[in-house]
């Protein structure tokens, strides 16, 4: 994930779940109410739902691979949501690639890891071993008795969904701890709830959500839902001599290439627009047309920066001459 700021409101920024976590809030008395409700539910969704943290629900579920472990609702509410964004997308959006990312030398918080050279070209690592191809649809969910059963030998990875789910969650509960409106933004991926302010939501819509406003990207306004960016721009390391990143193409098992280098959709929940800009990414040119066909407002950047637009997301052009707003479908 990664690619916008927001502006407009009072706010508060920092660090959780591996990303920084963004605030924003309509009306100034809300702010404090706000942030407590929203550290309160990212530290849930944290224990529950880590791939690295030994301690978490999901570290659990992965090491008992090939018995039914017990889960709370938290978590098992995340994986209905990663089994239906892989049954939405005919499995580009896969929660059985913890192993593949391991593979590619994503096996810690990516912070960490050892850093690729600027515009390094992404490859596939010489070698891929212990591939599990059981596939998702052997997950076993089962909500009475709180349990979930893995293939052996499979690991989950959560992020394509469990992030900007925390970000509709979040905005949520900071939504219902305050009074006005209230945006949270994980990593680029954005979602809000309540009343947005007068003009709506200015949000820079860029490659990475880091980067200054003067960075390549453009403005758009939000009045309500979520918008979501993906890129493999970014969240970019160096492993076994090759620059990696986290987009994984279910059926190489390896970072895509060939693909867009940044996708921004706009929909009425961030986790929809999340699983939208994930598959979009691993679909690559045939991407598109799928998402003009949902209605889906999105925005595609090429590798040499070149700009598309679908689904009645605002023109470079118009939004350069006046602010327009991305309605979420």
């Known amino acids: 994930m990664s690619g916008a700021t927001a502006g407009l409101g009072l706010g508060a920024a920092w660090e959780a779940l591996g990303s920084n976590v963004v605030l924003r ?66 499995g580009d959006v896969d929660p059985t690639l913890g192993r593949a990312l391991e593979l590619a030398g994503y096996d810690r918080d990516w912070t960490l890891l050892a850093p690729a050279p600027d515009r390094s070209e992404v490859s596939r690592p010489l070698t891929l071993t212990a591939r599990v191809r059981s596939g998702w649809q052997e997950i076993r969910l089962d909500p009475e008795s709180s349990t979930v059963r893995l293939p052996r030998g499979m690991r989950l990875d959560l992020g394509a969904t469990a992030k900007a789910w925390a970000a509709d969650r979040a905005a949520d509960a900071a939504c219902a701890a305050g009074e006005g409106g209230v945006l949270v933004g994980i990593g680029g991926d954005i979602a809000t709830a309540g009343p947005a302010p007068d003009g709506g939501w200015r949000i820079r819509v860029t490659d990475d959500h880091r980067a200054e406003p003067s960075a390549p990207g453009q403005t758009v306004s939000v009045r309500s839902g979520a918008l979501a960016t993906s890129s493999t721009a970014v969240r970019r390391w160096q492993h076994a001599g090759h620059a990696m990143h986290h987009i994984i193409d279910p059926r190489t098992g390896a970072p895509v290439t060939g693909s867009w280098r940044t996708v921004s959709v706009a929909a009425a929940s961030c986790a929809d627009a ?40 605002p023109s470079e052009r118009a939004a350069a001459t006046r602010e327009q707003a991305v309605l979420a479908a």
């Open 274 to 313: 999340n699983i939208a800009t994930t598959a979009a990414l691993v679909r690559a040119h045939a991407a598109p047309a799928w998402l003009a066909d949902l209605g889906l407002p999105a925005r595609f950047v090429a590798e040499d920066g070149a700009v598309r637009t679908v689904g009645g997301w």
């Open 25 to 90: 809030v309509s009306d100034p008395r809300a702010l404090a109410p706000a942030r407590a409700a929203v550290e309160l539910e990212l530290a849930a969704i944290d224990r529950a739902c880590s791939r690295f943290r030994s301690d978490s629900e999901l570290s659990r579920v992965n090491a008992r691979a090939g018995r039914p472990t017990r889960v709370g609702q938290l978590l098992m509410e995340a994986l209905a949501l990663a089994l239906r964004a892989a049954e939405l997308t005919g």
